[in-house]
C-alpha cells in the first residue's frame, strides 16, 4: 500500500517566502496546504487553502483541528522592520499573538505536528562579531522585540507542554519576487527601470553604509525544509550566508548589470531610528546539524531579481 504523503500547512502561504516554500516542499514529496489573509494566489499546487487571520485564536483553533498536520510552518507576519516602527502594536499582535494561537491550536488537536517558527538576526545586539545562537539577545527594534517574544514563548511551550517546535533566526533574505519596500529589490527594480528609459538615471537610497548578511531565499527555504525533517526541539538555529556585504558594494553590483549611467542619491529620510552598522551570522550550528550550505551566490540572486524587473 502506498504510504500517505506527510502534510505541511504553511500559513502565510502567500508571502515571498510562501511561495517559495510550497515549490521547496512540493518538490520534496509533501502534501501542502495553504493559510493567509488574502485570496488564495494561482500556481502552487496545495491540496487545501483556507483564508486565515493568525490573530483569530478560533480560526487558528479551527483550522488546525480540521487539517491536523505532520508539519507547520509559520510564515505569516509584519514582516519588516520599518513598518513595525509604523505600528508596534500590529507588530505584537500578529508576532506574538498569531504564533501563541498556532502554538496553543497544536497543543489541542495535532501534538504531533512539527512546528517551525521563523525568528530573525534582529533579536541579537549589535555586534561587529558574527553572531552565534549564544550571542547576547537584545531587540532594538518593535519587530526585533516580537521576534524574541515569540522565541520564548516556543520555548515554553516546547519545555511545558513537550510540543515539537523549533525556531530560526533568519538574517536578511532577498530573491525573486521580494517586495520592493526591502532594500535589495528597491535598488533592483529603480536601476531596472532606468535601464528600460535607455536613458541616464537617479536611484534614492537609503544608508550605504550597514553590512547585512544576505541569503537567497531559495537556500532560506531548503534550510526550513531541512529544519522541519531533522531540526532539535526546543532549538534555534542560525540560517544565514555567514558572510557580511555593505549595501553600497551590492548596489555596485545591481549598477554593474545597467548599460545607462545610474546616480545614486543618498536620503536621510530614509534611515531607520536605529540601525545596526554590522549584522553578520555564524551558522556553524546548521552547517554541523543539518549539512545546509547555502548554493546560490548573492550576484546570482541580485541578477535573478534585477531581470525580473527588465
Ligand atoms: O500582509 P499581507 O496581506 O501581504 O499578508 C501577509 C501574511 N499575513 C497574515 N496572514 C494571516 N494572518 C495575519 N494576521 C497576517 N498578517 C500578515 O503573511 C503575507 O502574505 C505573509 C507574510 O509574507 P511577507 O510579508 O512577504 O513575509 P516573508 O518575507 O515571506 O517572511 C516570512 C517570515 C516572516 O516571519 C518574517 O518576519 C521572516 O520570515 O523574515
Not at 544565514?240 to 555596485?252: F, K, T
Request: charged fraction near 20%.
Amino acid at each position: 500500500m502506498a504510504r500517505r504523503k506527510q502534510k505541511a500547512l504553511i500559513v502565510g502561504s502567500n508571502g515571498f517566502v510562501g511561495g517559495h516554500l510550497s515549490r521547496e516542499l512540493l518538490s520534496a514529496g509533501y502534501e501542502v496546504c495553504g493559510a493567509d489573509r488574502g485570496a488564495s494566489v494561482s500556481g502552487p499546487g496545495f491540496s487545501s487553502y483556507s483564508i486565515l487571520d493568525i490573530v483569530d485564536s478560533l480560526a487558528v483553533d479551527d483550522l488546525v483541528r480540521r487539517e491536523r498536520p505532520d508539519y507547520l510552518v509559520n510564515l505569516a507576519a509584519l514582516s519588516s522592520v520599518g513598518a513595525s516602527w509604523e505600528s508596534p502594536q500590529l507588530a505584537m499582535m500578529i508576532n506574538v499573538v498569531g504564533p501563541t494561537n498556532i502554538l496553543e491550536a497544536c497543543r489541542r488537536h495535532a501534538p504531533e505536528c512539527k512546528v517551525l517558527l521563523i525568528g530573525s538576526s534582529e533579536e541579537y545586539e549589535f555586534s561587529n562579531e558574527p553572531l552565534t545562537e549564544t550571542s547576547p539577545i537584545a531587540g532594538d527594534s518593535p519587530y526585533g522585540i516580537s521576534k524574541i517574544a515569540q522565541e520564548r514563548i516556543a520555548r515554553l511551550y516546547a519545555v511545558s507542554f513537550g510540543c515539537n517546535v523549533l525556531a530560526t533566526r533568519s538574517f536578511n533574505h532577498t530573491g525573486p519576487g521580494q517586495s520592493t519596500a526591502f532594500v535589495l529589490p528597491s535598488f533592483c527594480r529603480q536601476v531596472a527601470s532606468i535601464q528600460n528609459s535607455g536613458r541616464a538615471g537617479v536611484i534614492e537610497v537609503g544608508n550605504l553604509d550597514v553590512v547585512r548578511d544576505f541569503s537567497d531565499v531559495r537556500d532560506v527555504v531548503r534550510a526550513y525544509r531541512m529544519l522541519l525533517e531533522r531540526g532539535r526541539r526546543g532549538e534555534v538555529y542560525n540560517v544565514g550566508s555567514g558572510e557580511g556585504c555593505s549595501l553600497r558594494s551590492l548596489l555596485d553590483t545591481i549598477i554593474g548589470f545597467s548599460t545607462q549611467d545610474v546616480s545614486v542619491h543618498v536620503d536621510p529620510t530614509r534611515f531607520r531610528p536605529t540601525d545596526a552598522p554590522k549584522i553578520v551570522a555564524n551558522c556553524a550550528k546548521i552547517h554541523k546539524e543539518l549539512g545546509w550550505q547555502p548554493a546560490i551566490s548573492i550576484a546570482q540572486s541580485l541578477k535573478d531579481m534585477y531581470e525580473s524587473f527588465l
